[in-house]
């Protein structure tokens, strides 16, 4: 075993990049830390090295202390946190006493922060001027949504660091739109590791293992399966000199797992069912429109984040009351009062109300009961209809998603499971 | 500043607890390190002071380091991961010879191993009897559904190492069963620490910040802001030597908060805007509807993911497409033809439709341009058109959220806004 001092003192024994996130909140449990893994993401994707990841509170000693140790260690050192205006956001401070630097006043923040806070009618407080200090021979990262900028500085021969706020939203755009160019133009981006990431819908995480046991063993690409609420991800890695080499690799493989799952996988890298669905009917210049019980407006919800669904997406009924289902949807009371709200019958009413009423080609219809309460021995929680009524189409099924499930989660469930089968119908009918 | 040497031969310079998670999924950025988060909350529920958190990939030489380093920092290291049968489980043989301790193969654990697989219908391999060997003299935390057991075990004098699988429900169940008794009875659970969450909303944090000032100078408790999208959050932190002393100490800090930003708090700890909505319609037993433009049916979806909403939740309309708001809505044409879809008009007219179709007290209509088309240079993208109609109110207002917001960030301000002044007007109404 080496001493302390050993270990300590010998020289850059890696080089890449580490990950110091800093804010107390995080010490404390009170947040996730999503920004690390974000960041590593991009990492891999770059082909940057990543090595480790550290986490320290809003405290000067000990911060000051793991910025020194990964300057000893590291080429890169990506910061998060600690960038705001209130007394707590010590990075750029503690990063420039490290180093024995001063801080100056940088102009051009200033008058950006001016612009910004004006543009909301608001004034330059003293407390925000804190954010236009960086230390001296600094290069800024522009923060297009919020007002702190971040740093690229390298206080020694090589070893560069990048600061980068706390807010997710803000990072990822900073990060997209100026640390990528910096990063690659400076040669940090090397042998590069490609993902691409399968998602599949209708299947559990153990039948798909099932039908691919020998793609699971394979080294380079290789290939690993993730499960969340109501899909499995499969991911394909490879290493490689450049995307041509990464991509050639995992080609092959993609292929063969589409051959042995069918139509189950909907989308790539980070498409969406939503967007899937969206683009379907795009092509085939179809409209939609969705009537909503359990599910309280979150498949129109979905259906609306996606840029362009304006031209496909009439809108919908979120019949969450029983008087609705009759008024608007004009689902005939004795339906309900025969077959309950959670019905085929009632679903099918429902589909056909809102397709009639809104002149749309399909329309998605759900009734369920998300819990806690109001489940009975024949209608637990859980239980789910669900209609879809396309031009051709007219389909209704019921699932059980299982009444010791959350609320949230059968709400989750039932969105993907009813926009899967949309994608399955609307495929079909082609 | 100190030199490397320096930092590095310091003796420890602050007692508690690390977090050492290992595995080279996270920094690979494949998964989010949720078990960090847990541990770091249980630790604050013990009252054992933490200070760093840090993850290392599967190689033996950065782990052994990151170990040793460690052990001079801190009295408790916690690691995840690393401990099942396949040949990347390398922690308890790179624990025990950072210290130079021979691993002992224990007759216990492959017993309990043998037990467990037979169970199942399998025998013992050889790959699995690895999770037999611990450090000489360690002692054994075992595990209650997987197979790998971690292990407790000081190498030396004022320093513990606990290991943890990576699997979160065996690490929770085995911290739950065996670790917390085990850190309590050996005096390490001291003062303890609580937090409280205020969350506010209508106003920007540097603006909250420089109400505060007095505040986040103080120490005993302590006071921090954090901003996310349409949301501010204040946590109050104190240490104590229970609840009862904490809960003291934090009482006249809110309170004081509560008065320096009227009614600008919204909630406490784990409560959304969403719930204090719909408690606020339940104690008035009043109802509501929505029609959402640009939202897509979002603000419905939020109020129906609270248990019990549909008592006052009636439903919606989804007018997505502007024929909606005409058929549907009753939104006569000339009004949208003469201001457009995005007025004051047209969503005072979207709420008095919804208002009087669905025979509820209280209405809420929203039509806005999320982007990132459809802006022009007098309604530019981030233009948002609200109304709120009650018993006694009648309120309208635009929100210009800015053209470079995302359009998931324009539709998540515009649920939170609209929300929030839902919020106001029915406690202004009491």
């Known amino acids: 075993m080496k001493t302390s001092k050993e270990l300590c003192l010998q020289n850059k024994n890696q080089s890449g990049a580490e990950i110091l996130c800093i804010g107390s909140e995080i010490l404390l449990g009170?947040?996730?830390?999503?920004?690390?893994?974000?960041?590593?993401?991009?990492?891999?994707?770059?082909?940057?090295?990543?090595?480790?990841?550290?986490?320290?509170?809003?405290?000067?000693?000990?911060?000051?202390?793991?910025i020194f140790e990964a300057s000893n260690r590291s080429e890169i050192l990506i910061t998060t946190g600690g960038l705001g205006p209130t007394p707590d956001d010590i990075t750029t401070k503690v990063i420039a006493e490290t180093f024995d630097t001063p801080l100056e006043e940088r102009n051009d923040i200033l008058l950006d922060l001016k612009n910004k806070l004006r543009s909301k009618g608001r004034n330059l407080s003293e407390s925000q001027k804190k954010q236009s200090l960086v230390p001296k021979g600094a290069k800024i990262i522009n923060n297009y949504s919020g007002t702190a900028p971040g740093i690229i500085w390298s206080p020694k021969a090589n070893f560069t660091i990048l600061t980068f706020p706390g807010v997710p939203s803000e990072?990822?755009?900073?990060?997209?739109?100026?640390?990528?160019?910096?990063?690659?133009?400076?040669?940090?981006s090397k042998n590069i590791i490609s993902s691409k990431v399968l998602h599949f819908a209708g299947i559990n995480e153990s039948s798909l293992a099932d039908k691919i046991p020998h793609l699971l063993k394979s080294n380079n690409p290789s290939v690993a399966t993730y499960a969340s609420t109501g899909e499995v991800k499969v991911r394909i890695t490879a290493k490689g000199k450049n995307s041509e080499e990464t991509n050639k690799?995992?080609?092959?493989?993609?292929?063969?797992?589409?051959q042995l799952t069918g139509l189950k996988c909907f989308g790539v890298d980070h498409e969406t069912l939503e967007e899937v669905v969206v683009k379907l009917l795009l092509n085939r210049k179809e409209t939609i429109a969705v009537a909503e019980s359990c599910t309280g407006g979150a498949i129109g919800s979905k259906l609306t984040k996606i840029p362009g669904s304006s031209?496909?997406?009439?809108?919908?009924?979120?019949?969450?009351?029983?008087?609705?289902?009759?008024?608007?949807?004009?689902?005939?009371?004795?339906?309900?009062?025969?077959?309950?709200?959670?019905s085929k019958q009632v679903v099918e009413a429902m589909a056909r109300g809102v397709q009639k009423k809104f002149q749309v080609n399909w329309a998605i219809s759900i009734s369920g009961i998300a819990g806690?309460?109001?489940?009975?021995?024949?209608?637990?929680?859980?239980?789910?209809?669900?209609?879809?009524?396309?031009?051709?189409?007219?389909i209704s099924w019921e699932e059980r998603f299982g009444s010791n499930k959350t609320r949230e989660d059968i709400q989750k469930l039932s969105v993907l499971n009813a926009l899967d089968r949309l994608r399955l119908s609307i495929i079909m009918e082609n």
């Open 30 to 66: 009170n947040i996730v830390n999503t920004n690390s893994q974000w960041i590593a993401e991009q990492l891999a994707i770059l082909g940057i090295p990543h090595f480790r990841q550290t986490v320290i509170g809003d405290n000067p000693i000990r911060l000051k202390e793991a």
């Open 372 to 394: 806690p309460t109001g489940g009975s021995k024949l209608k637990p929680v859980g239980l789910v209809n669900f209609c879809i009524k396309g031009p051709e189409t007219l």
């Open 311 to 342: 031209k496909i997406f009439y809108g919908g009924v979120i019949a969450y009351n029983n008087s609705i289902k009759q008024r608007i949807l004009e689902v005939p009371e004795e339906i309900i009062n025969n077959h309950g709200a959670v």
């Open 249 to 258: 690799a995992i080609k092959p493989i993609e292929k063969e797992l589409n």
């Open 171 to 188: 990072l990822k755009e900073m990060w997209v739109k100026e640390a990528v160019k910096w990063l690659t133009n400076n040669n940090f």
